[in-house]
């Protein structure tokens, strides 16, 4: 029963396509393309944070890269009714879902901010770069995990090598977040020297955490 309940990890979680009349079309793929999918998608991310310049509009490059993948995201969000291990494998598929919401969207009010020079978006996108790097590798290891034709080990071996993987995406997903904190506290230090706070506090929402 167990090892049924392993084979079928990733057979419960399917990815709805939706077609160009948005009707909503559901497909279930060999269980590795979704990790797969989401994988290249990240790897993509970080490559293209390297690269193009930090400005408004080269950034669009790396939206656009955001948004292709933020499809398998959503629709892992609607998918329900998991067995308990699962579910584990489609929190952590979605806590890197979450890394990369964090960096696209507040590194996007970055780059209006005029606190930042040139230089130090540089720095703040290429420390996004390396975290989501990070995050893709322990991806990539629970890609081999939950494949049961990969790695030998036994199904508690398995289990357990998936509650390492998402405490591991889980820590990554901490980390981008006070990278993010810290990164806008500068900003609103930066500000307060010059009584400029509110446009600080109006950009990044103060619905947000706090990050000052």
Not at 7 to 29: D, E, G, P, R, S
Not at 35 to 62: G, M
Not at 150 to 165: C, Y
Request: positive net charge.
């Amino acid at each position: 029963m167990k090892k049924i309940r392993i084979k079928t990890i990733l057979l419960f979680i399917v990815i709805a396509f939706f077609t160009k009349n948005a009707q909503a079309q559901f497909a279930v793929i060999d269980p590795s393309n979704i990790a797969q999918s989401i994988l290249n998608t990240t790897k993509e991310l970080a490559q293209t944070s390297r690269t193009v310049s930090n400005t408004l509009d080269t950034f669009k490059e790396t939206k656009k890269v955001y948004e292709q993948g933020k499809q398998y995201y959503d629709a892992l969000k609607s998918v329900n009714h998991l067995v308990k291990d699962a579910r584990k494998v489609q929190k952590t598929l979605l806590l890197l879902g979450e890394i990369t919401d964090i960096y696209v969207n507040n590194f996007q009010l970055m780059l209006s901010d005029k606190n930042f020079r040139a230089d130090e978006l540089t720095a703040i996108a290429h420390g996004y770069a390396m975290l989501l790097d990070e995050s893709a590798d322990i991806l990539a290891e629970l890609k081999n995990i939950v494949n049961i034709n990969g790695l030998s080990m036994s199904d508690a071996e398995r289990m357990d090598r998936i509650d390492k993987a998402y405490d591991s995406i889980s820590n990554y997903r901490n980390l981008v977040s006070y990278y993010t904190r810290k990164n806008i506290s500068v900003s609103y230090l930066r500000s307060k020297k010059i009584n400029d706070t509110e446009r600080v506090v109006a950009l990044y929402g103060s619905a947000n955490d706090k990050y000052w």
